[in-house]
């Protein structure tokens, strides 16, 4: 069974970065059906999805957070990350990890979330 | 606000059957296939109908989804307190470039 697991720290002062990891267990990282993604979840609304990106290291992003958001990938550790600049409080979310299934087109595994909020 | 819009609240009494409604636009579900996924707060979401109406293994058969033109509909018959949840219906959206939610439906079992 896959399981993907956040870790990071739960605090971010505003202008800075935020940082988080998700860790891959039960499946591998490597495979190309795969892409794997960040979601976040501000409290009281929806989700929104932040990016993703391919174990060779190819990245897409949101447009609206483009200009923020960088995604990188460490197979050896079966890790992929996020960071996210120049924080705000509408930063202030619960961030999910998750696996794209390119053969089903959908989010097929998520973590379980952790909450990161942005203040002073 | 969500690009895709879910009623906020649900309910039904055990063993009703509970239909969940989705809209969206022709750059979303009007021309991509529409995923639902069920969660309970703290825990990971979890995966419950994908390209409209296919059921991942292990998902039981009283959940059901449909898509007409740019709505969908998951559908649960036979409701059970485990029920109790929120629900999120998400499709590709080809004029933001970005994979695009719901704003989520909570589903009460009364």
């Known amino acids: 069974q896959v399981q993907l697991q956040e870790s990071g720290p739960g605090l971010v002062k505003p202008s800075q970065t935020l940082s988080l990891t998700c860790t891959v267990s039960g499946g591998s990282i490597s495979s190309g059906d795969y892409y794997w993604s960040w979601i976040r979840q501000p409290p009281g609304k929806g989700l929104e999805w932040i990016g993703y990106?391919?174990?060779?290291?190819?990245?897409y992003y949101n447009p609206s957070l483009k200009s923020r958001v960088t995604i990188s990938v460490d197979t050896s550790k079966k890790q992929f990350s996020l960071k996210l600049s120049s924080v705000t409080a509408a930063d202030t979310a619960v961030y999910y990890c998750?696996?794209?299934?390119?053969?089903?087109?959908?989010?097929?595994?998520w973590g379980q979330g952790t909450l990161v909020t942005v203040s002073s | 606000q969500s690009v895709l819009t879910q009623p906020p609240s649900a309910s039904g009494s055990p063993g009703q059957r509970v239909t969940i409604s989705c809209s969206g636009s022709?750059?979303?579900?009007?021309?991509?296939?529409v995923n639902w996924y069920q969660h309970l707060p703290g825990t990971a979401p979890k995966l419950l109908i994908y390209?409209?109406?296919q059921r991942p293994s292990g998902v039981p058969d009283r959940f059901s989804g449909s898509k007409s033109g740019t709505s969908a509909s998951l559908a649960i018959s036979g409701l059970q307190s485990e029920d109790e949840a929120d629900y999120y219906c998400?499709?590709?959206?080809?004029?933001?470039?970005?994979?695009?939610f719901g704003g989520g439906t909570k589903l009460t079992v009364l």
């Open positions: 998750a696996r794209y299934n390119d053969r089903s087109g959908c989010f097929d595994y």
């Open positions: 390209r409209n109406n």
């Open positions: 022709s750059s979303n579900i009007g021309s991509n296939t």
């Open positions: 990106i391919y174990y060779s290291g190819g990245t």
């Open positions: 998400a499709a590709w959206d080809d004029s933001l470039n970005v994979g695009v």
